[in-house]
């Protein structure tokens, strides 16, 4: 008889200790971090990935907006006159951004999200990280893209800013939100 209640409780341990175990890798899966959404979009594509990232993951959404709004004739790609093609030729460029009453404090995980341009992030993007605190952020990007990948831009953000906590990004064309949450599963933030 002690046997068989021996066997029982062992069994009963081994139970608890394994939902507890599963209960705890739930719980590292579901951070309970602070998340802001913040993005740039031109067109409105880079705002459709940013509400459905903050649909996954519960964030804030907050728009870059540039101080002058972007016009067709300033996005011209194929005119080296443009508004944009002067800035993205220009490293040092830093187009103004509007301030916004967020504060960046209030957040643990930042994802930025922008249209690629060039094979680079927009220099709106080097403003909005110059114009805020971000250190001991964690910061993921994501992108849209009609040709390129966000590999470049990706790398290029990293170099220049590596002194930010950076996690693995993804371009975020056509995804949805299904899509998301699966990459969103396997980052660690």
Not at 125 to 136: D, M, V
């Amino acid at each position: 008889m002690y046997k068989i209640i021996f066997v029982f409780l062992a069994i009963m341990g081994i139970a608890t200790a394994s939902c507890a175990q599963q209960k705890q890798d739930a719980n590292r899966k579901q951070p309970n971090n602070k998340v802001l959404i913040t993005y740039f979009s031109a067109t409105g594509t880079t705002a459709g990935a940013a509400e459905k990232l903050s649909k996954v993951t519960g964030g804030e959404l907050y728009e870059i907006t540039p101080a002058q709004p972007y016009t067709n004739a300033d996005l011209n790609w194929n005119n080296k006159q443009s508004r944009s093609s002067l800035e993205m030729n220009d490293p040092k460029s830093r187009p103004a951004i509007r301030k916004s009453s967020i504060d960046i404090a209030d957040y643990d995980v930042i994802f930025v999200g922008y249209p690629i341009w060039w094979n680079l992030a927009p220099r709106i993007i080097n403003t909005f990280i110059e114009s805020y605190h971000l250190k001991n952020k964690t910061i993921i990007l994501f992108a849209t893209s009609g040709s390129s990948s966000i590999t470049n831009s990706m790398a290029t953000l990293k170099k220049s800013y590596p002194e930010l906590i950076w996690k693995e990004g993804k371009l975020l064309n056509g995804m949805n939100e299904n899509d998301i949450r699966e990459w969103i599963s396997k980052l660690d933030y």
